[in-house]
């Protein structure tokens, strides 16, 4: 059962939880390349699971300033939360006891990887089946190569928006938590909001579609909500750069100008490695 189904609705809620309790480490998430500690979170009377990404256990890249990834991870969930789509769980910046860094609600896993193959699968052939789209080829051993799908979901066609938005440079299937509630989270948000182009994902299925209605009418409203002053970008401000909230202002319009989903730029990698 995902965390935020044991929070009761009452006076308590998941970002006041994440913000004000104790926080208090139990374990780390070894297989991830930064420092993820698995934690629990008490306030009161109320607690969940959470994980803590400190600033200080974040590795340097050479195309992000160091110690900002973070702050992208918080930005990411402000504007999931502004587009009204709920994809990225509960996120805060708090201190903790190694100082500051990230704090978001924890997601079960899906059992065994059960959920996520009903989202994407390597499959024979040169065509997607029903109810899949295609995202293009890959060897999977010395003399095979199949065809790489993702369902033709809903919920990942939004997240495909979003990532496009948030200019996500490393979307894989291993950030993709569906929940028993049906619901779908997307976790791992540290490489956002470059000003460069840096999109790469496994989500390239609708490429060169166009927009559903509902993106539109959420790209409408957070074009509205970037507008200088408006609390939606007064909250960027203090997360990521100036150049990186303009930057995020363009591509916000280039979506709504087109009224089509991103096309990889032929400029950078399309798809992350290892995809998972």
């Known amino acids: 059962m995902p965390a935020s189904e044991r929070i009761p609705s009452r006076s308590v809620s998941p970002h006041e939880l994440l913000a004000r309790g104790e926080l208090t480490v139990r374990?780390?998430?070894?297989?991830?390349?930064?420092?993820?500690?698995?934690?629990?979170?008490?306030?009161?009377?109320?607690?969940?699971?959470?994980?803590?990404?400190?600033?200080?256990?974040?590795?340097?890249?050479?195309?992000?300033?160091?110690?900002?990834?973070?702050?992208?991870?918080?930005?990411?969930?402000?504007?999931?939360?502004?587009?009204?789509?709920?994809?990225?769980?509960?996120?805060?910046?708090?201190?903790?006891?190694?100082?500051?860094?990230?704090?978001?609600?924890?997601?079960?896993?899906?059992?065994?990887?059960?959920?996520?193959?009903?989202?994407?699968?390597?499959?024979?052939?040169?065509?997607?089946?029903?109810?899949?789209?295609?995202?293009?080829?890959?060897?999977?051993?010395?003399?095979?190569?199949?065809?790489?799908?993702?369902?033709?979901?809903?919920?990942?066609?939004?997240?495909?928006?979003?990532?496009?938005?948030?200019?996500?440079?490393?979307?894989?299937?291993g950030h993709l938590l569906p929940a028993p509630d049906g619901r779908l989270y997307a976790i791992d948000h540290g490489v956002t909001f470059n000003s460069d182009d840096k999109l790469r994902t496994l989500l390239w299925g609708w490429a060169g579609?166009?927009?559903?209605?509902?993106?539109?009418?959420a790209l409408r409203r957070l074009s509205a909500d970037l507008a200088e002053g408006r609390p939606l970008a007064d909250r960027l401000a203090e997360l990521i750069t100036a150049d990186e909230i303009e930057a995020l202002r363009g591509r916000v319009a280039g979506l709504l100008r087109t009224g089509r989903h991103r096309e990889p730029s032929g400029q950078w990698p399309a798809i992350p490695w290892p995809p998972v």
């Open 27 to 173: 374990g780390r998430v070894r297989e991830a390349s930064n420092a993820v500690l698995y934690c629990t979170v008490e306030y009161e009377g109320v607690s969940a699971a959470c994980v803590y990404k400190p600033v200080a256990g974040e590795r340097p890249l050479w195309d992000f300033p160091d110690g900002t990834l973070a702050q992208r991870e918080v930005a990411a969930y402000e504007l999931s939360e502004a587009m009204g789509w709920g994809l990225i769980p509960p996120t805060v910046l708090r201190d903790g006891p190694y100082g500051e860094g990230m704090c978001q609600l924890w997601i079960e896993p899906p059992a065994e990887d059960a959920a996520q193959e009903r989202l994407l699968a390597l499959v024979d052939g040169r065509e997607p089946g029903p109810g899949w789209k295609a995202v293009g080829f890959a060897e999977v051993d010395d003399d095979r190569t199949a065809l790489l799908v993702h369902a033709d979901d809903e919920r990942l066609r939004r997240l495909a928006v979003l990532d496009a938005v948030i200019n996500n440079g490393d979307r894989k299937g």
């Open 209 to 217: 579609e166009p927009l559903t209605e509902e993106a539109m009418e």
